[in-house]
């Protein structure tokens, strides 16, 4: 029986979003996807702007009580850890501890290599948001993540039927409405802009029937 070839241009398609990435594209991605993200972190660091997550939660402390930002990530994250290797294996778990390092060396150093002598915190907002997003989307495609709250959240999803997406958004929002007691109104709101700016990017760019990369 001859195969259909009207088959054939639907399972090059297939073939081609099932990408398997050498060792070395995974360390490449993890050190732009960091870098990227780091980058972001310091737009809004100097705009005085956060975002949600376990970001936004390392923001808070570096607002409110004066910790590095670089550390107090790091911290945040280690409780998650345990959850990730239970829920997602050692391998993601690994990566993540990569990225979630390299982040917060990243975050410590970026200051240093990048100063602004003028930012206007519109564009902070967006194009920080637009560079957190980016950074995300190479992680996700290397099979790593920033850990903390997205790990709980899918936890959630699989033990208890909660949506990873509503809950995600609830410690966002959360996050958000605390920020309103540490930072000024119209910084908040830029924040959220900013929040917006990240999860667009992801939206439109993290899609399974698009790419999926396998390492």
């Known amino acids: 029986m001859q195969p259909d070839k009207s088959d054939a241009p ?22 732009t996807g960091t870098a990227l993200v780091a980058l972001g972190i310091a737009f809004y660091s100097h705009a005085g702007l956060l975002t949600g997550g376990t970001v936004g939660l390392a923001f808070l402390l570096k607002y409110l009580a004066g910790w590095s930002f670089g550390p107090a990530f790091f911290l945040l994250n280690l409780p998650f850890y345990a959850l990730a290797i239970w829920r997602m294996g050692w391998q993601f778990t690994l990566r993540t501890v990569c990225a979630v390092g390299l982040v917060s060396l990243f975050a410590e150093l970026t200051p240093q290599w990048v100063r602004f002598a003028e930012l206007n915190v519109v564009y ?21 993540s920033l850990g903390g ?27 958000v409405l605390a920020a309103v007691f540490v930072v000024p109104a119209d910084k908040v ?12 990017v992801l939206a439109i760019n993290h899609r399974a029937d698009r790419y999926m990369g396998v390492s």
Not at 155 to 170: D, I, K, N, S, V
Not at 193 to 200: K, P, R
């Open 124 to 144: 902070a907002a967006v194009f920080g948001g637009f560079a957190i997003g980016i950074g995300l989307l190479i992680l996700f495609r290397h099979r790593a």
């Open 189 to 200: 709101l830029l924040s959220v802009l900013g929040a917006v700016a990240l999860n667009l």
């Open 10 to 31: 639907e399972a090059e398609r297939v073939a081609a979003i099932f990408v398997r990435h050498p060792l070395w594209e995974d360390g490449l991605a993890l050190l």
């Open 149 to 175: 709250v997205n790990i709980l959240a899918l936890f959630l999803q699989e033990r208890f039927g909660l949506r990873a997406g509503t809950f995600q958004m609830g410690i966002d929002a959360l996050i």
